[in-house]
């Protein structure tokens, strides 16, 4: 091999491992990932209270710190104003459980009771979740799912 095919060898190595070296670094900084998101309702019936379930599966490279989620009804004003993560500062946690790697499995469920479904807008609501990473990188997703109040 002449020595002008081996240094163009040696530097297009160099070009390659620097790329590498390059993507794996703009990986580690990529904000979570929500999945496999699902809202489940059930409406009190009579004495028995109801529910809304919501659950996603969030993958984040340095880990999940926490997973804020908050149903809100179409005809509100975070339909015309916009839903920001400053909004979803108070909202309530998920429960996160490890489902290996560098994903885990959220959910959220709070009781529904008689008078909080009559006094609730009928109509279609969404959930929003906010995903903040442990190198704190987040993600807000204002309508990750939906669900219906009759």
Known sequence: ??????LSVAAGVVVVAGAGVFAVAYAGD??????????????????????????T????????KNVKVLAW???????????????????????????GGETVRCTYTVKVTGSDAESSPHGVWHVAVLATAEDGETTLDTKAADFTVA
């Open 73 to 99: 009804p179409e005809q509100s004003s975070f339909a015309k104003e916009g839903l920001t993560a400053k909004d979803m500062a108070a909202a309530e946690s998920a429960v996160c459980k490890s489902t």
């Open 30 to 55: 990529q904000p979570p990932a929500l999945a496999h998101n699902t809202a489940r309702y059930a409406a009190p019936d009579g004495d028995r209270s109801g529910s809304l379930t919501f659950t």
């Open 57 to 64: 599966d969030v993958t984040a490279s340095s880990g999940v």
């Open 1 to 6: 091999m002449s020595r002008r095919i081996a």
